[in-house]
């Protein structure tokens, strides 16, 4: 059973950084691809950042690009999400999600969704 579990949320104020984890389960981690999400309250789910543990891409939306910075353990299982210069815009439920080898870009495949879900870790980024 592939598992997901997500972890580093927290109250944090605006400029300030956060490093989320994702630890990952009941899968061959080096098959796989992991994206993190978001969903603040009325709006519709937003992919982040993913990584393709397959060669080793990354894709960074254009909402973070250039503050977030994703990046993955494969000794752990475990990727990791570096929030930097937060927003109070990026106060959210961030999840992570994976799918083996996706055969699309990594955006699109943020915009497809992933197969696997883990439970989200609150973020909230204070002005």
């Known amino acids: 059973e592939v598992q997901l579990q997500a972890s580093g949320g927290g109250l944090v104020q605006a400029g300030g950084s956060l490093r989320l984890s994702c630890a990952a389960s009941?899968?061959?981690?080096?098959?796989?691809?992991i994206g993190w999400f978001r969903q603040a309250p009325g709006k519709e789910r937003e992919g982040v950042a993913c990584?393709?543990?397959?060669?080793?891409?990354?894709y960074h939306a254009a909402s973070v690009k250039g503050r977030f910075t994703m990046s993955s353990d494969n000794a752990k299982n475990t990727v990791y999400l570096q929030m930097n210069s937060l927003k109070p815009e990026d106060t959210a439920v961030y999840y992570c999600?994976?799918?083996?080898?996706?055969?699309?870009?990594?955006?699109?495949?943020?915009?497809?969704?992933?197969?696997?879900w883990g439970k989200g870790t609150q973020v909230t980024v204070s002005s």
């Open positions: 009941g899968l061959t981690f080096d098959d796989y691809a």
């Open positions: 990584i393709n543990n397959v060669d080793g891409s990354t």
């Open positions: 999600a994976a799918e083996r080898d996706p055969p699309y870009g990594l955006g699109y495949t943020l915009a497809l969704g992933m197969d696997y």
